[in-house]
């Protein structure tokens, strides 16, 4: 019998194969770059063996993510946090944005796969019987925006605004309206962007989101004023698994650094302050969500 | 459970809206697909014509892009329609091009001998298509339409994207509110199963009535 040529090549394949393997699987071998990582968050051990942190975004929200879609780049307060959040846990900054409406945020964290929402997350305690929030990363007011023509007071309390048509996006601001002004007529679009069409083909009378993006409204279209008003501000976190307490108390430490070097005043004044014209608010308090 | 619970007149509102809608747009693409069909089959080359383009255009369009060209590009030349007569306008224009598809191939169906034999026998034209075409026609597509139904009842639910609070809509609030998103979303995919299954029902009924027993 004639020695097998291909028998030769299978095997310098074998091997080449089990050298290339060897050889791809030894980064994955090193230890972390960045040190003082917890070691007991399935969260962060899946980062750092995926390279990259997975975060549920909206991508069309002025000011805090927001997608160009030439670049194919997100903007924005939030997108900021979490490029900081992914160089903390990686050393480097390696983000991927999976896109998050409100109907799928808290199934996207429970099945795993995000590993935070980045959204601007109203804190609720029906939210929290599904999901962990870390946080707060954000203190807004509401912000409520009519057509010029409208002649409206200063609103003190949403119930004042019970005649009026009532448009916003689902999610928090649509929950807060229903809670706040049961029998009002609210109509709720998908997006922020939607909700502006709306209002100025006169389909509503006020639309109504948080004040960062009402302001944010403002300097998109013309004809429409900001009504000023005194209502509370909401806490606004980032949805983390339940199941995944240091995961929790990591992005909280992270939190609670930024906040304290400065950072997160900075990145405000470079997403946020060029559409509100106003400077960094007071920091939240982190760990204080907000519910009574 | 509270989120259904707590919530059960809101839900059968949407549930309402919902069967509303489906029923005016249903009815609309009956009227606007028939005609279009009978055109279509018609010996009138133009109408054979506007009939073709019809579909060609509207039946290759997704039914969202035609609501959001009703919704947020028609006010552009001050055209404004109200959301939910949008969603019926829109969903009768998207399902009748169905409907003018369904009455041809079941015209089709009947053989060209009956038309000549009814002719043949005395029948003025008109009476030969409401007579004996007509019928034979109504009962090859009833089955398909019961079909067609069921889908303009379940396309009912983009409403929830251009504003209109139907019960995919009212769901998404809801859990807006609740974050209890397999319970509500659960329940809205009953109601909408329910809704087909009375659909169903109601075509089977139908089609018996008009079977030719054998």
Known sequence: ?292 | MNAVTDNLGFLAQGLLTTVVVAILSFTGALLLGTALGVARVSAVRSLRTIAMLYVAIVRNTPVLLLLIVLVFVLPSIDIVIDLAPALVLGLTLYFASYVCEIVRSGVATVGAGQMEAALSLGLSQWQAVVRVIAPQTFRVIVQPLGTLAMAVTMATSIGAVVGVRELAGTVRLLNGQYANAGLLFGVAALLYIVLALLIARLAKAIENRVQVSS
């Open chain 1, 1 to 292: 019998m004639r020695p097998a040529p291909l028998r030769v090549a299978a095997a310098a394949i074998a091997v080449s194969f089990a050298l290339g393997l060897s050889a791809c699987s030894a980064p994955a071998a090193e230890t972390p770059v960045v040190e003082g990582l917890p070691d007991d968050s399935p969260t962060i051990d899946r980062v750092i063996s995926a390279g990259e942190l997975v975060v549920g975004t909206p991508d069309d929200m002025p000011g805090f993510n927001l997608l160009d879609p030439i670049s194919g780049e997100y903007t924005g307060f939030e997108a900021r946090l979490a490029e900081l959040l992914s160089e903390r846990i990686l050393g480097e900054t390696s983000v991927r944005h999976v896109a998050v409406t409100t109907d799928t945020r808290e199934a996207l964290i429970q099945n795993g796969t995000v590993d935070a929402v980045l959204s601007t997350y109203q804190i609720t305690s029906e939210r929290l019987e599904k999901i962990d929030f870390a946080g707060p990363d954000l203190l807004l007011g509401t912000g409520i925006v009519s057509a010029e023509a409208l002649d409206l007071d200063e609103v003190t309390d949403l119930s004042e605004l019970a005649d009026l048509r009532l448009i916003t996006t689902a999610g928090a601001a649509a929950d807060l309206l229903t809670q706040a002004v049961p029998g009002a007529e609210i109509i709720v679009f998908d997006s922020v962007v939607s909700c502006v069409q709306a209002l100025m083909d006169g389909r509503g009378d006020v639309f109504i989101n948080n004040e960062a993006t009402a302001i944010a409204v403002l300097s998109l279209v013309d004809g429409v004023k900001i009504v000023p008003n005194t209502l509370p501000l909401s806490s606004f976190g980032i949805g983390v698994s339940k199941d995944d307490p240091a995961f929790t108390d990591f992005v909280n430490a992270f939190l609670e650094e930024i906040i304290e070097d400065g950072t997160w005043a900075e990145i405000w004044e470079e997403e946020i302050t060029p559409i509100t014209g106003k400077p960094a608010p007071a920091a939240p308090v982190v760990g204080d969500l907000g519910l009574e």
